[in-house]
């Protein structure tokens, strides 16, 4: 089955600065990979999300990239600010429903 | 419009108690999913449903969990005799026909004392 590891675990960054979070995965079936962002006490809220026939895609201040031929895929935040303090998911999919598979997640703290 | 609804946001049970997590889905949403997310990890699967009918269930860790969505819609995740290890963050996430994107609730917080 489908295995995603994620790093760092933790990423601290000054407001204003850029953060990037990597993940890697296993199944090469995997086409479709979103990023949800988890506040404390909140579900996970998807954030950004692609598919493997693109290389990139962005959303204002958010951009994913995905290396399908590494297997790896990033989410780059560009001029953070607090409010985008939260924990991190990836996740990958071969697009079957129960298939879904996450990483272990990544806590960003933006620092005024 | 209205996303993800669940219900309780906490509970707390004795060991040996039963429970159970509602969820309610964006409306017409075809699939529903169940996960279990343990503190400082990311979502597990547990179950999927399309309509009412229960696809898949190989993530359930025992037998003691059991899911039901006898109408299409809402979903019920029932846990008995609960043990310490089932405290966790269960999360329900549904997604419209034909895509693959899940859109989560904002889980339930089971505490087993």
């Given at each position: 089955g489908e295995n995603v590891e994620q790093h760092p675990s933790t990423l601290s960054v000054q407001e204003g600065d850029s953060a990037v979070i990597k993940c890697t995965y296993s199944d090469s079936a995997s086409n479709y990979f979103p990023w949800y962002k988890q506040e404390l006490g909140k579900g996970p809220q998807l954030i950004i999300d692609i598919?493997?026939?693109?290389?990139?895609?962005?959303?204002?201040?958010?951009?994913?990239?995905?290396?399908k031929t590494a297997k790896h895929f990033s989410l780059h935040i560009t001029e953070t600010q607090p409010e985008d303090?939260?924990?991190?998911?990836?996740?990958?999919?071969?697009?079957?429903?129960?298939?879904?598979?996450?990483?272990?997640?990544?806590?960003l703290t933006v620092k005024p | 419009g209205a996303g993800v609804s669940q219900s309780?946001?906490?509970?707390?049970?004795?060991?040996?108690?039963?429970?159970?997590?509602?969820?309610?889905?964006?409306?017409?949403?075809?699939?529903l999913f169940w996960y279990q997310q343990a503190l400082g990890q990311g979502p597990e699967f547990l179950t999927y449903f399309q309509n009412e009918?229960?696809?898949?269930?190989?993530?359930?860790?025992?037998?003691?969990?059991?899911?039901?969505?006898?109408?299409g819609?809402?979903?019920?995740?029932?846990?008995?005799?609960?043990?310490?290890?089932?405290?966790?963050?269960?999360?329900?996430?549904?997604?419209?026909?034909?895509?693959?994107?899940?859109?989560?609730?904002?889980?339930?917080?089971?505490?087993?004392?």
């Open positions: 598919r493997s026939n693109v290389g990139e895609k962005k959303d204002q201040r958010i951009a994913v990239t995905l290396n303090s939260a924990v991190y998911f990836c996740a990958a999919t071969s697009g079957n429903n129960n298939d879904m598979r996450f990483g272990a997640g990544t806590r | 309780p946001r906490y509970k707390v049970a004795k060991r040996g108690q039963d429970v159970a997590l509602r969820c309610d889905p964006i409306s017409g949403h075809v699939s009918a229960q696809l898949d269930k190989s993530g359930l860790p025992s037998d003691r969990f059991f899911a039901e969505r006898p109408e819609s809402v979903s019920t995740l029932k846990i008995q005799r609960t043990q310490q290890e089932d405290s966790a963050v269960y999360l329900c996430a549904s997604s419209p026909a034909g895509r693959v994107a899940q859109y989560f609730g904002p889980g339930t917080r089971l505490t087993v004392l």
